[in-house]
């Protein structure tokens, strides 16, 4: 066996931040204005103009940006809302969160993404909003999401979290469709550390927002100012949003070097290996996919416990995303529990991410794939 102990440590995610950017976040701390400015709007302006025009407004995490989203549309005590059981928990926590109630929908074992026919079946006469999922970047099929949001009159809040620099037939997520909710936290393709952004419909949703994120406060004139509604504290730092402007300048450069490392593991992997293995390789997609995570789905004979602490061994660092919610404590006390939606719990027993961001070389790529190699034919 190699000694793979001397080799660097390959997480499954790290944040690149050049050295402009470290000196422009200097720059906001010499300013005197730390918290949202002139930094913040610019980043809205460039996120506008990215998303062809329409309104952007930023937050202090994806999670909060959702969470506006739902308010903005409406949502609330009563209302169903439809998501995926294959997310990051916060996709499910915003509906508990407005007072709603979270409607799962089995995922299709291809993409992992919510299946639109079990979608379509979930839809009660309470449903008033769906959350699909851009998973790991690969879009859902746009084309026939918005085809049942018009048909049964519900609003779409896409979680697209991961899905910066995605597109559908060629058009960026984002750039069409309802109210679209990025995350600029950490392990995204691009960050502020911790941070969001909505694009909205319209000037109206836009003012919405601006007060969702600030205490409700409208002001006016030099001394006018008035709260009419409930907001909380969700505004972006200028500091934050000196790193989004650095990250944002990289965002082609980051997205096409992800498509060329995910091409290289297809290579690597070969086209045998689902055969030889019984692994399941994620869909091929390079045109529409920003390639968030590469993710394989282990053999049902593999513990993943186990595979992740082999690959350790290597010094290679294995994610997994995700747990399936509706297996949480805190959705079982709501009546969802084991059986209920099979595919997504096989996906989330057997779910790993394999290292792959901005700063990962080929090379780390074809280590990466020798070590699975090896542990799954061991
Ligand atoms: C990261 C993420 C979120 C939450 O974003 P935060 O910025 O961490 O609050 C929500 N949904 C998905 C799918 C995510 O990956």
């Not at 660097?8 to 931040?17: A, E, G, K, Q, T």
């Not at 309802?178 to 952004?197: R, Y």
């Not at 949703?205 to 909380?232: F, H, P």
């Not at 992740?308 to 006390?333: D, K, S």
Request: hydrophobic share 45%; charged share 20%.
């Amino acid at each position: 066996m190699t000694d793979n102990s001397a080799l660097p440590f390959l997480p499954f995610s790290r944040p690149s931040i050049d050295e402009a950017t470290i000196a422009a976040v200097g720059d906001v701390l010499r300013s005197g204005w730390l918290t949202s400015g002139p930094k913040v709007q610019a980043l809205e302006a460039a996120l506008s103009a990215y998303f062809g025009g329409r309104p952007v407004r930023t937050f202090n995490s994806g999670t909060c940006t959702m969470e506006i989203a739902l308010r903005i549309a409406g949502i609330g005590p009563g209302d169903e809302v439809i998501t995926t059981p294959i997310s990051w928990v916060a996709t499910a926590n915003v509906i508990i969160e407005v007072g709603a109630t979270p409607v799962f929908a089995d995922i299709d074992p291809v993409t992992r993404n919510i299946d639109l026919d079990k979608l379509e079946a979930a839809i009660t006469p309470a449903t008033r909003a769906i959350i699909p999922v851009h998973l790991s970047g690969l879009p859902v099929d746009m084309d026939r999401l918005y085809a049942i949001a018009k048909k049964y009159n519900l609003r779409v809040v896409e979680d697209a979290a991961q899905a910066i620099g995605s597109s559908w037939k060629g058009r960026l997520i984002g750039s069409f469709g309802d109210l679209v909710s990025f995350s600029f936290q950490a392990n995204k393709n691009i960050t502020t550390a911790e941070g969001g952004c909505l694009v909205l419909n319209n000037a109206e949703e836009a003012r919405l927002a601006e007060k969702y994120r600030l205490q409700g406060v409208t002001r006016s004139g030099m001394d006018g100012i008035d709260v009419d509604l409930l907001g909380g504290k969700y505004n972006m730092t200028d500091i934050a949003a000196a790193i989004g402007l650095g990250q944002f300048a990289q965002l082609d450069a980051i997205t096409a070097h992800r498509r060329a490392l995910a091409k290289r593991y297809f290579a690597g992997f070969g086209p045998d290996f689902e055969a030889r293995t019984g692994a399941q390789l994620p869909l091929a997609e390079f045109d529409n996919t920003n390639w968030h995570l590469f993710q394989i789905i282990l053999p049902e004979h593999v513990k993943r416990a186990e595979f992740m602490a082999e690959m350790m061994q290597h010094n290679i660092g294995i994610g997994f995303h995700y747990a399936p919610i509706h297996l949480f404590t805190l959705y079982r006390e709501r009546g969802f529990g084991p059986g209920m939606f099979p595919v997504a719990e096989r996906v989330g027993r057997q779910t790993v991410s394999l290292p792959m961001f901005y700063a990962l070389t080929e090379a780390d790529v074809d280590r990466t794939v020798a070590a699975i190699k090896s542990v799954l034919s061991a």
